[in-house]
């Protein structure tokens, strides 16, 4: 079974500086993907970031980039110039490519401070 | 706003009740995912269906069921609550099922309380 792991469950990051989450998973599988999920205080779950297992690439979108280690099976989220906000929870997701459903890891809390 | 809608936002109950929560995918959407979210269980993966039919199950309960409509809407029905149930029960939706890297987007979630 695949199992998701963040070990850090909370974080605290000045504003306008950059941090970065933690992520480790354990699969079998070759083919796969990765997400980060941001759950501000309203609770709505929105996805932040996507990183498909065969690309070498990192993935980025704005300020918000991963380092994807496969071997190491690692997939941390640095977040830049954090902003009051970015504080929230942040969830690791897995997916196995020809699966459906996403397994999470236990969420990091991240508060900015001003 | 994702496009995916939840009713009720908020739900208050007693043990031994039977609610039932509702959500309506975004436009276009085939696939339909529940999820549970609480405190001791983190975020769970309940059932999945695909254009009607049920596609995947997790860890969900048999006093738990689901049906996907045929516009597409899904209901999540759970019956002879207990206290444990009080959870955030979040819907999904995406436009495909397996193989290719679609996105799950998630409603605004429906809160559940059992007393």
């Known amino acids: 079974a695949q199992t998701v792991t963040q070990s850090q469950p909370e974080m605290s990051v000045q504003e306008a500086e950059t941090v970065t989450l933690s992520c480790t998973y354990d699969?079998?599988?070759?083919?796969?993907?990765l997400f980060w999920y941001k759950q501000p205080p309203s609770r709505q779950m929105i996805l932040v970031i996507r990183?498909?297992?065969?690309?070498?690439q990192n993935a980025t979108e704005n300020r918000f980039s991963v380092n994807f280690q496969k071997a190491a099976k690692s997939f941390s989220l640095k977040i830049s110039d954090s902003q009051l906000g970015d504080a929230a929870m942040y969830f690791c997701?897995?997916?196995?490519?020809?699966?459906?459903?996403?397994?999470f890891g236990t969420g990091t809390r991240l508060a900015v401070r001003p | 706003d994702s496009g995916v809608t939840q009713t009720p936002k908020h739900l208050i109950t007693a043990t031994g009740q039977r609610v039932t929560l509702r959500c309506s995918p975004r436009?276009?959407?085939?696939?339909v995912y529940w999820y549970q979210q609480s405190l001791d269980q983190g975020l769970q993966f309940l059932i999945q269906?695909?254009?009607?039919?049920?596609?995947a199950k997790g860890n969900i309960l048999e006093r738990f069921s689901a049906q996907q409509f045929p516009d597409l809407h899904s209901e999540l029905n759970l019956s002879s609550l207990e206290l444990g149930d009080s959870a955030l029960y979040f819907c999904?939706?995406?436009?495909?099922?397996?193989?290719?890297?679609?996105?799950?987007?998630f409603g605004p979630g429906t809160r559940l309380t059992v007393t």
């Open positions: 999904a939706s995406s436009v495909g099922s397996g193989g290719i890297p679609y996105e799950q987007y």
């Open positions: 699969t079998s599988e070759s083919d796969y993907y």
């Open positions: 990183q498909e297992a065969y690309k070498q």
């Open positions: 997701a897995y997916r196995w490519s020809s699966g459906d459903k996403l397994t």
């Open positions: 436009s276009g959407d085939l696939s």
């Open positions: 269906y695909y254009n009607g039919e049920e596609r």
